[in-house]
């Protein structure tokens, strides 16, 4: 028989939303054991996923930077990629986060089991052969990416996930990207930068399906002169292993049905939740037919003293999410009054130029029949738009024409992901357009697009005449 160990609170998967959970927990006094299938803790975000795409997105910029310097009189010439060099990079910051990970379990004093977990009963977890019995559970196992049958080729190694193309085993000259959503976009920014001919394909009518348009354009204008192609409303029937590339069977509305062959395949078609093979079965956790676990605001599930939070209980699939959740779970799990209560999820998409948003959108303000005021600021009004010769972006703000609450913003441009924080502290706040119009700005930054988005709420701002 298996030994048994026993501890109060056992997590079962360690990234974001994982070890934010224990480490939570572990900080109020708790006993917890963090199981989790790699070495160390991190999950998909920081092993393969969020951390090294950025790190490789950051050398893409660079990349793109140098070559927009002839605008100002500074000329260098075309890079030369090590490929070895390039992996190396985010290698080593994954490396490094990982450790420091592994270092706080430690000095936390949370208990790390490097095994695959699955339920033998509620309350009780085998791992690494041992069993592990605990009071209060959290599942945090997050998801993995979706790679449909109809187009896939398992075990031919041209034909990639987002993992597959983190890796960067070579430079393909050609590049078939399936699917026009962020990871699609983002990794295939970073092989066009690097120097391989990109062609996405999205099967609907633009790039990221469900931000808004007006958001989408500047970036997919600039993508038009990175990427080879960009084929919208094209589906790949079907992908066949060819000497030394990919056969892709594509059909398009424009296009039509054709065969074309690549070097390589990233089917980047979405995510979904790693439910299957925990046992959960046995332990009577339902998991609705897309494999989400439901969970109600304190995160439990219909087994209350087992929580799910992240990718595995619901969407938006983002990292941050999952941590606040994970937050979330050792609070309640502490007898502490927690629940899920964020007016707004941020999201950002890590292209050049950025996308970001957070709060309510115009696409589902419209779906909403919801009344709205729409405020615009082109970043062709900025001072410090115009000293980086970025001034494609736009700042957006979203208000209740009753209340003047601000109900969503959304930014395209260079950084924007880092200043869509002060947009989602306003909506947490509660804040109204004024309370950021009246919030002194410094200048020149891009910062300033904000709060004069908020001015155009009441009439013109500082540096634009609203129509």
């Known amino acids: 028989m298996s030994e048994t160990i026993e501890t109060q609170v056992l997590v079962l998967g360690g990234g974001p939303g994982g070890y934010a959970a224990a480490f939570h927990a572990a900080d109020k006094g708790m006993k917890v054991t963090l199981v989790n299938e790699t070495e160390r803790p991190g999950g998909t975000c920081l092993h393969v996923g969020c951390i090294p795409s950025k790190t490789l997105l950051h050398t893409a910029k660079l990349i793109h930077e140098a070559r927009e310097l002839s ?10 990629i090590d490929i070895n060099g390039v992996r190396a990079s985010w290698q080593k910051v994954v490396d490094t986060l990982s450790k420091n990970l592994l270092a706080m379990c430690k000095s936390r004093k949370v208990d790390y089991v490097n095994a ?41 190694p041209r034909v990639m996930d987002s993992t597959g193309a983190l890796a960067l085993a070579d430079l393909p000259a050609k590049l078939l990207v399936v699917g026009g959503g962020y990871i699609g976009l983002e990794m295939g920014f970073v092989y066009a930068a690097l120097g391989s001919k990109v062609t996405v394909v999205e099967f609907t009518d633009g790039l990221l399906p469900g931000c808004d348009r007006d958001l989408v354009k500047p970036l997919a204008d600039r993508l038009k002169k990175v990427f080879d192609r960009i084929l919208l409303k094209t589906k790949v029937t079907g992908l066949a292993a060819a000497k030394d590339a990919i056969k892709a069977s594509l059909d398009g509305e424009e296009g039509g ?3 074309e062959v690549f070097d390589r395949v990233l089917i980047a078609v979405g995510r979904y939740p790693n439910s299957a093979n925990l046992g959960l079965d046995k332990v009577g956790v339902r998991v609705d037919d897309k494999g989400f676990i439901p969970v109600d605001k304190q995160m439990r599930t219909n087994v209350p003293h087992l929580l799910a939070i992240g990718d595995v209980a619901c969407q938006p699939m983002l990292a941050h999410k999952a941590t606040f959740e994970g937050k979330i779970a050792a609070e309640v799990i502490h007898g502490e009054p927690a629940e899920y209560d964020a007016r707004a999820v941020p999201a950002v998409v890590f292209t050049d130029p950025e996308i970001a948003w957070c709060g309510l959108t115009e696409t589902e303000a419209a779906q909403q029949n919801r009344e709205v005021k729409r405020v615009r600021f082109p970043w062709a009004a900025s001072g410090r738009a115009l000293t980086l010769g970025r001034t494609e972006g736009l700042t957006k703000m979203l208000v209740d024409p009753a209340t003047e609450r601000i109900l969503g913003v959304g930014i395209v441009g260079i950084g924007a992901g880092e200043m869509i924080a002060e947009a989602m502290l306003a909506i947490e706040m509660g804040a109204s357009a004024r309370d950021v119009a009246m919030t002194m700005h410094p200048h020149p930054t891009l910062s300033e697009t904000v709060g004069e988005v908020s001015e155009l709420v009441y009439g013109p701002s500082t540096h634009l005449l609203r129509k």
């Open 116 to 156: 695959r977990g699955t339920f033998v009963d509620a309350n009780t977890v085998e791992a690494g052969g041992k069993r592990y019995r605990f009071q209060h559970g959290v599942i945090a196992t997050g998801s993995s990416p979706a790679r449909p049958k109809a187009i896939d080729i398992p075990g031919n």
């Open 257 to 259: 049905k054709v065969d």
């Open 71 to 80: 605008h100002y009189g500074v000329t260098y010439p075309e890079p030369k």
